[in-house]
């Protein structure tokens, strides 16, 4: 929920070439409003219906953008791949919503938009994410080494890539991310996030708290299973978080730092023993701090951004629904059902023509 970003992305050979990127901050009255929605509250349909539109003009507004900043017009364009906002993902009930009116998306750019991807394999029987271990396997797999593909984003997701092709991918949301940290030192130092992990490399590492942290029942929770922030936010901090403590808010911070790279190097040790390699996108992947924890909790893996593999880590899910969208209009699957248990490969996403 920090900024809508475009890709401009030319899939005509099997590794993506970006041609152009660009990034709109999202106004902080929009992302208020997103955040509220992430809850169940008063007057909510009301308040999803304005934000479906805000967050749709903003999306025509930074493909706009980009095609002018590319010296480009809409008759150029092949499709938008629209992921749209998500404000609830429940997979326990089949239902998850993403926000973000493709039809004036379209309607604004004149392009066609391919929107609504996960519901489709949702209702297959799917946890409709994590979606991009199809393009991970498809441009970063390696037959020599198992690869894993880490984006720390909000959430936290993994894509297991096997180098045989007799064995299937596995992927899923280990947990929260970035999303704590961001909400923890917002709360206390007012910024949106904490450069380098900074702030958190000055606290210390607290493990009785860390353990009760750990205690939340979807961190042993099996594969397939997916999560977001009607879950994790400021509200799981405070309930974790003991009302009698002698811990600095930077002690906290570290713990939650710890907490995402625990989370995450117990999972790799768990389903991926044999990795040999781990390539992080996602705004983590500038989380100095983290990743040299990651480094020191797994040992025998070599831990690079996926810049090492020819894609900026920042833009690597952008560029993901981009190749999502072209799998649809090629009437291609664009799901795993080893990742999300769904019942089949399906088409994913509809339609809008221009």
Request: charged share 20%.
């Amino acid at each position: 929920m920090d900024a809508m970003d475009a890709v401009l992305v030319d899939l005509a050979l099997p590794f993506p070439i970006l041609k152009h990127h660009t990034s709109i901050p999202l106004p902080k009255p929009l992302k208020q409003s997103l955040l509220a929605l992430c809850q169940a509250g008063a007057d909510e349909i009301t308040r999803m219906a304005l934000a479906d539109i805000q967050v749709a003009q903003l999306s025509a507004q930074a493909v706009n953008k980009l095609l002018k900043e590319s010296v480009l017009t809409a008759s150029d364009i092949r499709a938008v791949g629209s992921h749209g906002q998500t404000i609830r993902h429940l997979p326990e009930t089949g239902n998850t919503l993403q926000i973000g009116s493709p039809s004036h998306i379209a309607e604004m750019t004149g392009i066609p938009i391919v929107a609504d991807f996960r519901r489709r394999d949702m209702a297959a029987g799917g946890q409709g994410a994590p979606l991009t271990p199809a393009f991970h396997e498809a441009i970063f797999r390696h037959s020599k080494q198992t690869r894993i593909i880490l984006n720390i984003g909000g959430m936290t997701n993994i894509s297991i890539l096997p180098q045989s092709i007799n064995l299937p991918i596995n992927g899923f949301d280990i947990g929260p991310g970035n999303v704590l940290m961001d909400y923890w030192n917002h709360r206390h130092n007012g910024t949106p996030y904490d450069n380098h992990g900074d702030w958190a490399s000055s606290g210390t590492i607290d493990k009785a708290l860390l353990d009760t942290f750990l205690s939340d029942d979807y961190f042993s929770k099996k594969p397939p299973k997916s999560t977001g922030r009607e879950r994790f936010n400021p509200k799981w901090i405070d309930h974790y978080l003991p009302l009698q403590h002698t811990l600095t808010p930077a002690d906290i911070q570290a713990t939650l730092m710890e907490l995402t790279v625990r989370s995450i190097s117990e999972d790799i040790t768990h389903y991926a023993a044999d990795c040999q390699e781990l390539f992080v996108c996602g705004g983590g992947a500038y989380n100095t701090a983290l990743l040299e924890r990651l480094s020191d909790t797994l040992p025998n893996v070599t831990v690079n951004s996926t810049h090492k593999l020819g894609l900026a880590p920042e833009w690597v899910e952008a560029v993901a629904f981009a190749w999502l969208a072209k799998q649809a209009i090629h009437g291609l699957s664009g799901n795993l059902p080893s990742v999300t248990h769904a019942k089949g490969k399906r088409i994913l996403g509809g339609i809008y023509p221009a």
